[in-house]
């Protein structure tokens, strides 16, 4: 506020220089020669003798205004931008709140249903019911960190993510339709405008596109499956099933793209569309369908929010780099243990993650941008899910995986009701 208040001041500085100017003897010889085109040698003489009067300082040699002048509107300039915060560093409170809640997609192996029970609890919700409690979340996120100022002249911003698989289709099958995703990105872009300070990674959604087109876009790119054919070959370790997506494309059958994509939104605009690059298991021929096909994305997960950069990881990719440093990593996931090698960040920037079964956690970079051990939370809570205490010991006992009283059985317990954690994280970006 102060610097602000100084770049006024010598604004205002500049503006009565130049009035000073227009009210000398040299700013009237000017305004007389404008004015009288028919005596330009007469006022040519009139301003040469006011500007030697008006320059010369008694017992030194004549000085210029000029430099003076272009001294005081360089001087304004450099005021102005170190108001800005250009030039020098920049201070931030950065309020992060993580949300854990069980939303791991189970579609194989032999204690199948045994896993689905204590990892996943909102597969039986509608989207509408599971856009419902993420506004709930963020919402009670917004009002702890009002009480919770920020230093004077410190930017301030509220991250907040909940794990990977939010927006599901259910406990067991993977992808919701296109028609349905615009429909929840739309819901997605109303949250966001409501709460505009919140940078919102909200969990991903899984979802899938027909790739041969209908309609209208039908005789410009009927198949979608060429440009898929690319993404897929330019990582092709993470696809496994080539020959069976060919000879879907060579049939011309209908078959179906699968994403599983991260809406990063801030004041209700999308700041990253990011599409998962590393395969995870993303789709499975029994509960997806035979032709369903994962699409790896094309672009990294870098992008920037006031001056902060961001950068971002979808579970099996946490144990890749991202392709530069960050201020904030964030790292969300279905169930993925963090890999502390692959912080990729600036030296006392933050490494954020939230995942559908692990407690939340974030650590700060030492000066090397190294990671060690998390940040203690300013502020945690059991309850994040729909599931109450009752309901989830209930549930425990039926997975029955662990005696009741031990320490396992309640963590069963904590981890089916949810977590929620609050960080209120200061931060200084040169």
Not at 241 to 257: V, W
Not at 277 to 294: C, I, L, M, Q, Y
Not at 408 to 414: M, R
Request: glycine share 8%; net charge positive.
């Amino acid at each position: 506020m102060l610097i602000e208040r100084h770049a006024e001041l010598a604004v205002v500085f500049l503006i009565l220089l130049m009035l000073g100017h227009r009210l000398s003897p040299l700013g009237r010889s000017a305004r007389k020669y404008r004015s009288n085109r028919s005596g330009r040698r007469q006022a040519g003489a009139a301003i040469q003798t006011a500007a030697s009067e008006a320059d010369r300082v008694p017992g030194d040699d004549e000085v210029k205004p000029a430099p003076l002048v272009a001294d005081t509107i360089s001087l304004c300039l450099n005021i102005t931008a170190c108001s800005r915060g250009e030039g020098m560093g920049t201070s931030y409170r950065i309020n992060v709140a993580l949300w854990q809640v069980p939303t791991m997609v189970v579609n194989g192996g032999r204690d199948e249903a045994e896993q689905r029970l204590g990892t996943n609890v909102t597969g039986t919700m509608t989207i509408d019911e599971r856009m419902d409690i993420l506004e709930q979340r963020v919402a009670k996120a917004v009002t702890y960190f009002h009480g919770q100022p920020a230093n004077q002249g410190a930017r301030s911003l509220t991250v907040f993510a909940a794990p990977e698989y939010l927006f599901a289709k259910d406990e067991a099958e993977h992808f919701i339709t296109h028609h349905e995703k615009d429909r929840l990105l739309a819901k997605l872009a109303g949250l966001s405008k409501r709460f505009p300070s919140v940078v919102l990674f909200p969990g991903t959604i899984a979802w899938k596109k027909p790739a041969i087109r209908s309609g209208m876009f039908a005789a410009f790119r009927p198949d979608r499956g060429k440009r898929a054919h690319q993404r897929r070959t330019a990582l092709a370790t993470e696809v496994s099933d080539k020959n069976r997506f060919d000879q879907h494309r060579a049939s011309g059958n209908q078959y179906y793209l699968a994403e599983n994509t991260c809406f990063v939104m801030h004041a209700g605009k999308t700041v990253l569309k990011y599409h998962k690059r590393n395969n995870g298991g993303e789709t499975n021929r029994a509960s997806d369908g035979d032709d369903v096909f994962w699409v790896p994305g094309p672009r990294d997960s870098l992008f920037s929010v006031d001056g902060l950069d961001f950068g971002l990881q979808i579970c099996a990719e946490m144990g890749s780099d991202l392709s530069r440093v960050v201020d904030v990593q964030v790292a969300i996931a279905s169930s993925h243990p963090i890999v502390k090698a692959k912080a990729r960040l600036h030296p006392q920037g933050f490494y954020c993650y939230a995942d559908a079964i692990k407690p939340p956690e974030v650590y700060q970079a030492d000066n090397a941008g190294g990671i060690d051990a998390p940040i203690r939370a300013n502020m945690k809570r059991v309850g994040g899910s729909v599931m109450g205490k009752t309901e989830a010991t209930a549930r425990a006992k039926d997975i029955g995986k662990y005696g009741e009283g031990t320490a396992e059985f309640a963590e069963q317990i904590t981890k089916l009701r949810g977590r929620v954690r609050y960080y209120v994280l200061d931060y200084d970006k040169a």
